[in-house]
């Protein structure tokens, strides 16, 4: 099993930064892909960044330039830096693991991110 710990989300103007973390434990050996999601109210869950195994990332479009994800395998943790929020971007964030290319995704539980304008 894995579990996954989110932190950093909060309450921000419209501009601001904000950094969520993401740590992972269990029964890991390696952990191949790690990522984030997010949820609006009244939305599906949208992907907006992935970390691969291999090292490269990849961002939705509505993100590209504001958010930077990164990754310490040392500790198992995916970190996703936020700037320039905008209120579009309230919403519920969820880190994800996966422990091979086509394993199932591990969830967190969940990090509140909200931007008022």
């Known amino acids: 099993q894995v579990q996954l710990v989110e932190s950093g989300g909060g309450l921000v103007q419209a501009g601001g930064s904000l950094r969520l973390s993401c740590a992972a434990s269990?029964?890991?050996?390696?952990?191949?892909?790690m990522g984030w999601y997010r949820q609006a109210p009244g939305k599906q869950r949208e992907l907006v960044a992935t970390?691969?195994?291999?090292?490269?990332?990849s961002y939705t479009d509505s993100v590209k330039g504001r958010f930077t994800i990164s990754r310490d395998n040392a500790k198992n943790t995916v970190y996703l830096q936020m700037n320039s929020l905008k209120p579009d971007d309230t919403a519920v964030y969820y880190c994800?693991?996966?422990?091979?290319?086509?394993?199932?995704?591990?969830w967190g539980q969940g990090t509140q991110v909200t931007v008022s304008s």
């Open positions: 994800y693991a996966r422990l091979t290319p086509w394993g199932r995704r591990y």
């Open positions: 269990g029964s890991i050996f390696s952990i191949n892909a």
């Open positions: 970390h691969t195994g291999g090292g490269s990332t």
